[in-house]
């Protein structure tokens, strides 16, 4: 039992390992030449004008993840179009059962006016 702990442990300091050998080779070979235009907040040279934090409309967030959200929702109906025949009744029943809930909370979604943009 031991054992399968020990082999993860030196997985993990294996990749830390690499991890900072690839930073410290970074560091020693890229070029360092630090001027007072370069450590600006800005490198094009420009004076900064006003906060760099500027309100939004929450709604803009929220649609756009709502977006992703659907999206990426899917991508997962190509894939399972494409193996259907062989997956049989039992998957076609649970892709419609997902695709209910996609559009369960697509219709919630639309009765709480997220999907209003302004």
Request: proline residues 6%.
């Amino acid at each position: 039992m031991l054992q399968a702990y020990t082999d993860v442990l030196i997985f993990l300091l294996v990749g830390a390992g690499f991890v900072v050998l690839n930073m410290a080779l970074g560091r020693l070979l890229r070029p360092h030449n630090p001027y007072p235009e370069k450590l600006t907040p800005y490198e094009c040279g420009e004076v900064p004008v006003g906060e760099g934090q500027v309100p939004f409309n929450i709604r803009y967030y929220i649609f756009a993840l709502l977006f992703v959200v659907f999206d990426v929702e899917v991508v997962f109906l190509f894939p399972w179009s494409v193996v259907l025949r062989d997956l049989g009744l039992y998957a076609f029943v649970l892709m419609v059962i997902f695709l209910v809930m996609l559009v369960d909370g697509l219709v919630y979604a639309w009765k709480k006016g997220v999907l209003r943009w302004v």
